[in-house]
């Protein structure tokens, strides 16, 4: 940082040096920074990773204040805590050395690992996958007594939670050490610091939040201190813009603590109704229509701020950012029903969750705010929504690290991301700790690499000029300055568990910057090299300030997958299908019709000018037996309607095929481009007309398009655009991966692979009876997508699991999550598949959760009649057909098993060749199945080190589609 930016703070620190006594609020062994509403339920994106300027002496902690019991959704479906199952595990059919689930209380055994594996650390079992390093990592936790520091409670405020005596110290051990964090940028400081406390208490005070309120007065705002918030995560803004900024966060608070004491401690649920459905009312998109008299402090409050911040910002930024801030409030009167009471979430639906209630996607609105404005078209592309979120994720989980020991050891919280990963891999605390900073690093990883790979290509495709790229720059740039100030923000706080009681927290040098007589605690050596100097100006000599050798070991794994490993038949667990499957009585007439459309198509041929695009012929079309699948899913289907389904299982699948062989193996990005480019073409959403077909995919696309989307609504036929928009979209995310050698970031993947295996798309079918008598926002409300998407996750999951082999042994791919789990974890197969059958479970526990709890309080909320919610009863019924139909295609399709996918890589039988033994030489001259052809020549040009089957009699790969 430059001189002129660090003069201000230096003369600050010298006036607070000079001020004397320190303030009425500001008494010995309390913080600024300490109040429980900051680090409320995740009700706000809690502050990341920084370094602080060490010209600047901030105030230290050295106390914390408990925060009022704020309603916090208690975390998702997986059922109340207890001791580890130790019927979790499903045992694996084919696995001689199946993962084994430990008696409550001990850690699951690793299975053992080609190669050998790392011993688990002696004092914690490590759990399947997880190995403790050596050094600060591998430490147990501090015994009661030993390094503990007290927590000293103030007098109790009127929000102050319940629970321990006022006053009282009690001297507690930290349950785990901190992991070392992913640090890549140094924290700053705002200069305007002191003026934005001055702005911020005169504004709530006249918005009526303090004194009469009952629920703050001063002396709480002063505690809470969300001006030292707001500087950390926003150093660069002007004064007005760090007040405006700090009064939104002020807002949001009072919010929370105001529907607690109004609506949530009565449990006056239609209350909490009414006075929500007020609020966006005062967030208008155009200021001239006026808003209604506010009736108590926060609308007064949300009607000013509104005023004061719109008017600079375009229409489509008003209207994200109304959606995020009704998102955030919607969410309380969720809270308010309880549903989630004495739950787990399973670690899939924690993030979901986590991002809803949590506050960071808000929080980037206002870092948009605060820097510049996104063009428009661009705010809701792949790349910025994947920012967003994995801000959202690193904040989250960042401050899940941070008050792992105040939430789930004080207070009984079970919404801790640490918490989750303990009882789903049924693991110590300290294990689950660096499991989640893993994770909190992958997304920071993947953070990054959208930055250096998707946005460059998303300039260039919308035509950005060089002052909208800034803008984006600006933005990215801001979220950046979030992570590392909010982390500075819990390092400096003492209502978290950061190292300030003379523990040693690693990963961090904050406090070895700490100036002498601050307050804080004493300098601490650089990662345990005594000889490297500290204290002002010497940040740079922290070799360990960005990264760690466990860190650049998960970045390296990464990107050094070896594709076509020999890893045996897929080992398949005891799937737990709870719901019957039932199968339409026109399957055997839909397997003729849709071998005959997709020769009508072309798809069971090569097509005109295209190298290697024979990926089908009659005999692969009749093995995959797609409409076997659809006769599952809509077992009540007509015959033409089971056609329908089946043809476009047929579409999909054929182009997923399609994909990664003739642009993939090739490395043809911009021909896939083009290629996706022109499928949009045949989809309009009017009569326009479409382009002459080039090939199956637009011929068969054109066809279904116009048999399926011209019945439809106009809202619902873009709806349904879309869900093929998404698919085709990500089958380029995939070809940009598999490009890279990139095993996908685990959350990344989850989300994407709802999108290539078009479970939007099949999903959508099943809705198309519907028509319009549901209301399109039930179908986005929270409970509907937690619904589809725990489905849509199961189905994905178990297609991974039985395409294992065919996948990484015969395509070289790395779209596989139980390959994800294995990059992870660094586990092996055996262990990584418990994993992800454990969270199949999971996934269906939540589906099922959803079904019987959350949806009748969704119908209530709607409003919804007899009639409307008999259809979604009956969609929920069809999702079962879904799920069911899907696994019985996967055990009943010629696709998976060793022995299918040998048999394609043999010659085809020449029609009505002799037989039997001794006869095999007749059948030299026939012709290889089309797959192989397509992918022969360019392994034959570019020879490959891999691993294949013994049986094998040629050294060809064979690429199938994963659906």
């Not at 400096?492 to 190292?499: D, K, P, Q, V």
């Not at 262990?831 to 119908?859: N, S, W």
Request: aromatic letters at 8%; one cysteine or more; hydrophobic letters at 35%.
């Amino acid at each position: 940082m430059s001189t002129t930016q660090r003069t201000p703070h230096t003369r600050q620190a010298e006036q607070v040096e000079r001020s004397g006594p320190p303030a009425p609020w500001r008494s010995a062994g309390e913080h600024p920074a300490d109040h429980p509403a900051l680090r409320r339920t995740g009700r706000l994106p809690e502050p990341p990773v920084a370094l602080p300027q060490p010209s600047v002496p901030v105030p230290q902690p050295s106390s914390a204040v408990p925060r009022p019991p704020s309603a916090i959704p208690r975390a998702a479906p997986d059922g109340p805590r207890a001791a580890p199952d130790a019927s979790r595990a499903a045992p694996l059919s084919a696995a001689p050395n199946a993962l084994r689930t430990a008696p409550p209380g001990a850690a699951r055994p690793r299975a053992a690992r080609p190669g050998g594996c790392p011993p688990a650390h002696p004092a914690h079992p490590a759990p399947p996958g997880l190995t403790v390093p050596s050094g600060v990592h591998g430490e147990a936790a501090p015994e009661e007594g030993d390094g503990a520091r007290e927590l000293r409670e103030p007098e109790r405020s009127k929000g102050q939670e319940p629970g321990r005596p006022e006053g009282s110290k009690e001297p507690k051990g930290q349950p785990f050490r901190l992991p070392e964090f992913y640090m890549p940028y140094p924290a700053r400081l705002n200069p305007h610091l002191e003026e934005a406390r001055r702005h911020t208490k005169e504004w709530a005070r006249g918005m009526g939040m303090l004194e009469g309120s009952g629920v703050w007065d001063e002396r709480d705002l002063d505690a809470h201190d969300y001006a030292l918030l707001c500087a950390y995560t926003h150093p660069d803004c002007s004064a007005a813009e760090l007040s405006l900024v700090t009064d939104w966060y002020v807002w949001v608070f009072f919010f929370d603590d105001h529907f607690l004491e109004v609506f949530k401690r009565p449990q006056d649920r239609e209350g909490g109704k009414r006075y929500l459905d007020r609020l966006p009312a005062f967030m208008p998109m155009d200021l001239s229509a006026g808003m209604p008299e506010p009736a108590n402090p926060v609308e007064a409050g949300l009607a000013d701020l509104w005023a004061r911040t719109v008017p600079d910002m375009s229409l489509d930024w008003r209207a994200r950012f109304a959606e995020s801030t009704e998102n955030l409030l919607n969410e309380s009167l969720w809270e308010l029903s309880n549903i989630n009471a004495d739950r787990i979430a399973n670690p899939v639906e924690y993030i979901e969750m986590r991002r809803k209630v949590g506050g960071a996607p808000w929080s980037a609105g206002l870092v948009e705010h605060a820097t510049a404005e996104v063009p428009a078209r661009v705010a809701r592309s792949r790349p910025l929504l994947v920012l967003r979120d994995t801000f959202s994720d690193g904040v989250h989980l960042r401050n899940d690290l941070f008050s792992y020991q105040r939430e789930v050891e004080d207070e009984g919280e079970l919404s801790n991301g640490v918490l989750v990963l303990e009882k789903f891999l049924g693991c110590s605390t300290q294990e689950s700790a660096e499991a989640v900073n893993d994770l909190l690093t992958s997304r920071l990883h993947q953070f990054e690499n959208t930055v250096l790979t998707e946005l460059g290509p998303l300039f260039a495709e919308f035509g950005l000029d060089p002052a909208e790229c800034a803008a984006v720059l600006a933005y990215v740039k801001g979220l950046q300055d979030w992570q590392s100030g909010g982390h500075e923000w819990h390092m400096r706080s003492s209502r978290y568990m950061n190292g300030t009681d003379g523990t040693a927290a690693s990963g961090f040098s904050a406090s070895s910057a700490t100036p002498a007589g601050s307050g804080g605690a004493p300098p601490l050596t650089r990662n345990g090299f005594p000889f490297l100097p500290v204290g002002l100006g010497t940040s740079a000599a922290d070799l360990g300030l960005t990264t760690g050798r466990r860190i650049e070991a998960a970045r390296a794994r990464r990107f050094s997958h070896v594709p076509h490993q020999r890893v045996g038949p897929s080992l398949l667990p005891d799937f737990d299908m709870p719901f019957p499957l039932s199968l339409s009585p026109h399957l055997k007439a839909s397997r003729r019709g849709t071998v005959e459309w997709c020769e009508r198509m072309g798809m069971l041929g090569p097509q005109p000018g295209v190298p290697h695009s024979h990926v089908w012929d009659a005999r692969r079309c009749a093995d995959i037996d797609l409409p076997l699948c659809a006769a599952g899913i809509h077992p009540d289907a007509s015959p033409e309607e089971l056609d329908l389904s089946s043809h476009w299982l047929a579409w999909g699948t054929y182009g997923d095929d399609y994909y990664p062989v003739v642009f993939g193996r090739t490395r043809d990005f911009a021909g896939a481009k083009v290629c996706t480019d022109r499928l949009r073409d045949f989809m309009p959403l009017d009569s326009a007309s479409t382009p002459v077909p080039l090939n199956a995919l637009e011929r068969g696309l054109a066809d279904l398009w116009s048999r399926t989307a011209g019945p439809m609504e106009p809202e619902a036929r873009q709806s349904f655009r879309t869900a093929i928009e998404d698919m085709l979209d990500s089958w380029l995310w995939e070809l940009h991966n598999q490009a890279l050698n990139r095993v996908p970031d685990p959350v990344d993947y989850i989300e994407m692979r709802r999108k290539t295996f078009g479970s939007d798309l099949t999903m959508s079918l099943c809705r198309l009876a519907h028509g319009r008598r549901v209301p399109p926002e039930v179908y986005r409300s929270g409970p509907m997508r937690s619904l589809e998407n725990a489905a849509a996750d199961y189905a994905c999951l178990l297609n991974d699991v039985f395409s294992y082999q065919k996948e990484i042994e015969f395509e070289g791919e790395v779209h596989n999550g139980v390959l994800v789990v294995q990059d992870f974890f660094d586990c092996d197969y055996p262990t990584a598949l418990g994993i992800v059958d454990d969270l199949m479970k999971g996934r269906m526990r939540q589906f099922q959760h959803v079904a019987q709890h959350e949806l009748p309080v969704l119908y209530e909320d709607f409003g919804l009649d007899a009639e409307t919610r008999g259809i979604l009863d009956g969609y929920v019924h069809e999702l079962e057909n879904w799920l069911a139909g899907i696994l019985n295609w996967h055990r009943g399709c010629v696709r998976y098993r060793e022995e299918d996918l040998l048999g394609l890589l043999a010659p085809a039988d020449p029609v009505g060749g002799p037989r039997g033994l001794g006869m095999s030489a007749a059948r030299v001259g026939a012709p290889a199945a089309p797959l192989v052809q397509a992918l022969a020549a360019p392994l034959v040009q570019a020879p490959t080190a891999r691993l294949v089957p013994a049986s094998a009699s040629r050294h060809v790969p064979v690429s199938a589609i994963r659906r």
